[in-house]
């Protein structure tokens, strides 16, 4: 069977989302990704498994704050930024399972 779908993934992460260095991040935040996949799921007749795979273009977006000790010239000065991080991204999901039941 193959099918097209809308995805919608949160991950609570402190892991950056820009190349760009712009201080160590703060605090966990959440991170959105939202897209439209196109997949295909195959079921074994006699041996209960289950395979299914799906690829798309997507959208992710997250709001990120740092911290920065910098060095001004004469003083350290702490600088803390909000930055909305967004972009598109590519999507992906392999799937395997095996049905418990015996139907």
């Known amino acids: 069977m193959s099918?097209?779908?809308?995805?919608?993934?949160n991950i609570y992460s402190k892991v950056p989302q820009s190349k760009v260095y712009y201080g160590?991040?703060?605090?966990?935040?959440s991170i959105h990704r939202s897209g439209i996949v196109f997949g295909i799921q195959r079921n074994s007749k006699g041996k209960n498994f289950s395979f299914d795979f799906n690829i798309g273009l997507g959208y992710k977006f997250s709001k990120s704050e740092y911290v920065c000790n910098c060095f001004d010239?004469?003083?350290?000065?702490?600088?803390?930024t909000n930055k909305n991080e967004s972009?598109?991204?590519?999507?992906?999901?392999?799937?395997?399972?095996?049905?418990?039941n015996n139907k």
């Open 3 to 9: 099918y097209l779908a809308f995805v919608y993934e």
């Open 24 to 29: 160590d991040i703060l605090k966990r935040r």
């Open 73 to 80: 010239g004469v003083n350290y000065v702490t600088n803390i």
């Open 87 to 100: 972009g598109l991204t590519f999507i992906s999901r392999l799937g395997l399972g095996i049905r418990l």
